[in-house]
């Protein structure tokens, strides 16, 4: 299992950035994805969520009608469009998947908002 986020950067309040997460190893059309972050000093925080089939989807109420989380099944890839962006929305963003009984993680790709 891979997983492999990008997008990341430094951008400035109000700003939109798309994040992409590309997943390998698994049969991803039939899992459920989500995306988390975690800001220095801090907990890491559920973002958002999204079922196999793209519907239902889940998001914090800290992000919820900013961000949008979509995927892409031909692709293996897992999206977090995020705009109107905050200086507390700076954090390390990355992917999961849980697969039989554990959790696979992607690096993080770093979110810096400036104000």
């Known amino acids: 299992v891979q997983l492999v986020e990008s997008g990341g950067g430094l951008v400035q309040s109000g700003e939109s950035l798309r994040l992409s997460c590309a997943a390998s190893?698994?049969?991803?059309?039939?899992?459920?994805m989500t995306w988390y972050r975690q800001a220095p000093g801090k907990e890491r925080e559920l973002v958002a969520q999204i079922s196999s089939a793209g519907t239902p989807t889940y998001y914090a109420d800290s992000v919820k009608g900013r961000f949008t989380i979509s995927r892409d099944n031909a692709k293996n890839t897992v999206y977090l469009q995020m705009n109107s962006l905050k200086p507390e929305d700076t954090a390390v963003y990355s992917c999961?998947?849980?697969?039989?009984?554990?959790?696979?993680w992607g690096q993080g790709t770093q979110v810096t908002v400036s104000s």
């Open positions: 190893g698994f049969t991803f059309s039939s899992q459920v």
């Open positions: 999961k998947v849980w697969i039989i009984r554990r959790d696979y």
